[in-house]
């Protein structure tokens, strides 16, 4: 399942694949928009799913 997030700048979605959340968002703090190229935050709840998705498919990280 894709997750989407809307730009704080310009309001356009973005969808979030599964593999680029799980790889990507738990390490990283931002994410550029495909229309303004503005930068936006990952959200908090975001970056803990990304990291539970993490967890559940390598193992503990710890
Ligand atoms: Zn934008």
Known sequence: M???MFCDH???P???EE???R???WIAS???CNNCEMANDIPKHLQSL???MR????GSID
């Open 50 to 52: 990304a990291l539970e």
């Open 23 to 25: 790889e990507y968002f």
């Open 30 to 32: 931002h994410v550029y």
């Open 2 to 4: 894709d997750y989407l």
């Open 19 to 21: 593999y680029i959340m």
């Open 14 to 16: 973005k969808p979030i």
């Open 10 to 12: 310009c309001g356009m």
């Open 55 to 58: 967890k559940n498919r390598y």
